[in-house]
């Protein structure tokens, strides 16, 4: 009984893995002037109850400043929300997003300096012309 359950345990955690739909990318903004962060995140989902981004951890130079949990996404394709957050030029926001269905990205940004978004299809190739 118990090879039974291991094998079903073996079987399943890996399929349940491939529902996982972490956000493909994230964008942050910042307003120092408002102390606001905007976040957006391309983050598809086939239902908006049942695939959408869960919750949100917001850090600021490695100290975590906020936590929000969400219980539905409001758009099919992405997600954003706006945080408060006090942070000076030079400062290290980072964004960790979570989906109800398993899986993460993070994304951090410098106070001050322009932000490029992450996408999880970019690899940088180090053989590469460009």
């Not at 989902?45 to 695939?51: G, R």
């Not at 400062?91 to 269905?101: A, G, H, P, Q, R």
């Not at 993460?104 to 322009?114: D, F, N």
Request: charged share 20%; net charge negative.
């Amino acid at each position: 009984m118990r090879k039974i359950f291991l094998l079903f345990c073996l079987f399943i955690f890996p399929v349940s893995l491939s529902f996982a739909t972490p956000p493909t990318s994230i964008t942050l903004t910042y307003d120092q002037t408002k102390g606001s962060l905007h976040v957006e995140a391309v983050h598809p989902s086939f239902n908006l109850e049942k695939s959408y981004v869960r919750l949100m951890n917001v850090y600021v130079n490695g100290d975590q400043v906020s936590t929000m949990d969400y219980f539905k996404q409001n758009d099919y394709n992405e997600f954003t929300d706006d945080v408060s957050v006090t942070a000076q030029k030079g400062d290290v926001i980072k964004v960790d997003l979570f989906c109800s269905l398993g899986g993460e990205m993070a994304q951090e940004l410098t106070v001050g300096k322009p932000q490029v978004a992450a996408s999880s299809d970019q690899v940088a190739d180090p053989n590469s012309s460009n």
